[in-house]
Antibody, heavy 121, light 107 residues
Framework: QVQLQESGPGLVKPSETLSLSCAVS?????????WGWIRQSPGKGLEWIGN???????YYNPSLKSRATLSIDTSTNRFSLMVFSVTAADTAVYYC??????????????WGQGTLVTVSS | AIQVTQSPSSLSASVGDRVTITCRAS??????LGWYQHKPGKAPKLLIF???TLQTGVPSRFSGAGSATDFTLTISSLQPEDFATYYC?????????FGQGTKVEIK
């Protein structure tokens, strides 16, 4: 069974960089699949942030205006998210997830429990 | 980027009711749409992928239909554990977009 666990600071100051890591167990991320990040701001819906393929190819939500960077470390079986120049609007619960695939379709089938990141001075 | 419009934003229903939620994509996405159930404090749960394929372990009262731009999620007989927020997610050209969500509340 694939399990994912987010980790990182729960409080980030405005204009600084949010940095989160997702530890994967039960599957070697170097074997395949996309891995992604999703967030939910207070009182709002789910927002896709970006995905990274096991080979390092990345895809991002254009709405983040290039402030997000995903990376993958197969030696530690983790992938990471950085969001630069954060504001209060980046306060959210951040989820990491795996994208399963069926034919050519991809969908988030395994999720972490989520971690709350608050942007405040 | 493809936009997804989900409706209604909320609904009230009773146990045993049939419930239908709709998502419309701004461009055709073939069968690239899935449905998720989200409860407070929990991770979202995949219900349906590729428009109509039921995820393993999901009760058969959940079903998905549609293709191209118009999709539906139907719960045939609402159960107490089904009160939650539901989201669609489109997958097209390596860009993913969630619908705005539908909160299903107890009448």
């Amino acid at each position: 069974q694939v399990q994912l666990q987010e980790s990182g600071p729960g409080l980030v100051k405005p204009s600084e960089t949010l940095s989160l890591s997702c530890a994967v167990s039960g599957y070697s991320i170097s074997s395949g699949y996309f891995w992604g990040w999703i967030r939910q701001s207070p009182g709002k819906g789910l927002e896709w942030i970006g995905n990274i393929y096991y080979n390092g190819d990345t895809y991002y939500n254009p709405s983040l205006k290039s402030r997000a960077t995903l990376s993958i470390d197969t030696s530690t079986n983790r992938f990471s998210l950085m969001v630069f120049s954060v504001t209060a609007a980046d306060t959210a619960v951040y989820y990491c997830a795996r994208l399963g695939d069926y034919n050519r379709w991809h969908f988030f089938d395994f999720w972490g429990q989520g971690t709350l990141v608050t942007v405040s001075s | 980027a493809i936009q997804v419009t989900q409706s209604p934003s909320s609904l009230s229903a009773s146990v045993g009711d049939r419930v239908t939620i709709t998502c419309r994509a701004s461009q055709g996405v073939r069968n690239g749409l899935g449905w998720y159930q989200h409860k407070p404090g929990k991770a979202p749960k995949l219900l349906i992928f590729a428009a109509s394929t039921l995820q393993t372990g999901v009760p058969s009262r959940f079903s998905g239909a549609g293709s191209a731009t118009d999709f539906t999620l139907t719960i045939s007989s609402l159960q107490p554990e089904d009160f939650a927020t539901y989201y669609c997610l489109q997958d097209s050209n390596y860009q993913w977009t969630f619908g705005q969500g539908t909160k299903v509340e107890i009448k």
